[in-house]
């Protein structure tokens, strides 16, 4: 029988314990009958404003990522979205495709990642000439642009926004967003491109459309709308982008 609730599809979610975005932002975004049961990985440390901590904070994700998976597949989700946005990216194309074979060694439940769902959503709009904005330190600017490149996507600029812990994320206001949207911009981008799952998107990705003139991909929603895609669900979710809206 189907779940009462989640009655078109139960989605688990893993994200670090930190985040305090991708939960709420799903359950504005979801369709009615799906649901989204959170794992949380666990980071004991929340500092990333060096290399140092940042490699450590790589290295949590990874140790926690089996117990996260194996804890949240106890409630037989039919996917699982793996909210941890910069593992997926490290290491470029080859190191996606060991991250997601890893990860299927671990479950047979589908799953969907950050990379494969931009790249995904890049190929609905058509767009060669990338912006990307980041909220994770340094170390991670070489992967993400080497994920792109390799991807056959010119990454013009890539836009970071310093943010000394996992937890300030969260705490990065709309303006300072808006500013730097407009700053990758003028770089004469085609598209925008938003990683990190606990940077507070979605809503202001489809505003930021409307006035750029030009997509705007937010992770946690294109996510969703991957997996939504993959379910066979095909809600049209307007106030999130034209991802969800349109494709």
Known sequence: MPDILGYRAKMGVVVPSTNTTMEPELYAMAPPGVTFHI????LAQTAIGSAEAAQAVVQAFHAALGVAIRDVLTMEPDHLLIGVSALAFMGGVAGHRR?????????TVPL???????????????????????????????????FFRESGYEVVTLHRIDCP????????DEATI???????????????VQVGTDLVMTRLADEAERWLGLPV??????????????????DQIRGFGALLREH
């Open 165 to 172: 812990t996992t937890l300030a994320i969260a705490t990065v």
């Open 217 to 234: 991909i937010a992770v946690n929603a294109a996510i969703l709308w991957q997996a939504l895609r993959t379910r066979g669900l095909p």
């Open 112 to 146: 969907t990642t950050a990379a494969e769902a931009a790249i995904a959503a890049l190929q609905c709009h058509g767009v060669t000439r990338l912006g990307l904005l980041s909220p994770h330190p340094p170390m991670f600017d070489a992967h993400y642009t080497q």
């Open 39 to 42: 794992a949380r990985l666990y």
């Open 99 to 107: 991250f997601r074979e890893a990860l299927q060694q671990t479950t």
């Open 178 to 192: 808006r500013t730097a949207l407009r700053e990758i911009c003028e770089a004469r981008v085609e598209a925008i």
